[in-house]
């Protein structure tokens, strides 16, 4: 197996990507930016990429949601948690007051601005694909930036020299990454995951994402995230990106999702897949299975009795 992910070595995203079914194992391809992670499988360059989509502090990574929800046609099969620790580092040994310009990814940054602003507020910051690339920077004949935010263990990989650790604003950070792949065999139901969806917004009035929202209400659905994106085709023309607990096989998943593609018929499924963090949906005795099978039952006796 080969995965592609975001690059260079030293991401956060190869520890994802380590922690993916088959990753241990798998081929490591590092690609530039997410949406040539995600080419590469569309190109069949590689089995499957190993993209972030989510940060605890910072929301939703937007490159992903549209390139996952809208440029490529790949389903989500998997996921994984990692925690995020950041430290400043530069190639040779350096004093905090002499730093004057820092690069790290825009991630990166937005968790560590509140301790840049106090403790450097007249560096310059420098965007870099990625926390990796901005610290194998460091080592290049013109860099780009006095230092590097990046994770430990790339500064410590690379021997570079960390000015000062632990310097994310928020302890305890966590980002998300998927391993996504061509549409193939959903991964079997665990009691223990997640659906992602696009829908469209059929039309921009009152009410029309209530419209939806109901589906999910009805029939016990509960969501774990929900972003609207700009479709790029105007103002007010927007896709709603959301996951929910539980599974497509499920039948309240089911039920909801049939529910919305009759009034938004461009929704696009894109993967049913255990959850990271192992926790259980909740849910009443209403929408259980057996409350399902019983009302379908109770349907087809009706329908028997028309004829």
Same mark, same amino acid.
């Given at each position: ?16 990507? #380590? ?45 992903? #949601? ?41 991630? *990166?940054? %937005?968790?560590?601005?509140?301790? *840049? !602003? ?16 901005? *610290? ?40 998300? +990454? ?61 896709? +709603?990106?959301?996951? #929910? ?5 499920? %039948? ?16 696009? +499924? ?15 005795? !209403? ?7 019983? *009302? ?12």
């Amino acid at each position: 197996m080969k995965y592609a992910y975001l690059g260079p070595a030293g991401t956060f995203t190869e520890a994802a990507l #380590l922690k993916m079914p088959g990753g241990a194992d798998a081929e490591r391809v590092p690609a530039a930016s997410v949406l040539s992670a995600l080419a590469m499988v569309e190109n069949d360059d590689v089995h499957a990429a190993v993209v972030p989509i989510e940060n605890s502090v910072e929301g939703g990574v937007t490159a992903t #949601l549209d390139a996952v929800s809208v440029a490529h046609n790949l389903h989500i099969t998997a996921e994984a948690l990692v925690p995020i620790t950041f430290v400043l580092a530069s190639a040779k040994p350096k004093e905090l007051d002499e730093i004057r310009s820092i690069t790290t990814h825009s991630h *990166a940054w %937005a968790q560590v601005r509140k301790w *840049a !602003e106090a403790t450097l507020p007249h560096a310059e910051y420098r965007s870099a694909s990625s926390t990796a690339a901005g *610290a194998h920077g460091l080592r290049s004949e013109s860099p780009a930036a006095d230092a590097a935010i990046c994770a430990p263990l790339v500064a410590e990989q690379l021997g570079l020299h960390v000015i000062a650790p632990q310097i994310e604003d928020v302890p305890g950070a966590v980002t998300r +990454f998927v391993l996504a792949s061509k549409p193939g065999p959903v991964p079997v139901r665990t009691g223990a995951d997640k659906t992602t969806v696009m829908i469209p917004l059929p039309e921009d009035r009152p009410g029309g994402l209530m419209e939806i929202l109901e589906h999910f209400a009805t029939n016990g659905v509960n969501m774990c995230r929900i972003e609207s994106r700009p479709t790029g085709f105007g103002m007010g023309d927007y896709y +709603f990106s959301i996951d #929910l607990e539980g599974h497509i096989a499920e %039948a309240r998943i089911a039920d909801a999702l049939a529910g919305i593609h009759r009034i938004s018929p461009k929704i696009r +499924f894109l993967g049913s897949y255990p959850r990271a963090d192992g926790k259980p949906q909740q849910m009443g005795p !209403e929408v259980s299975e057996e409350a399902f099978a019983a *009302a379908a039952a109770w349907i087809a006796g009706l329908r028997r009795d028309t004829h």
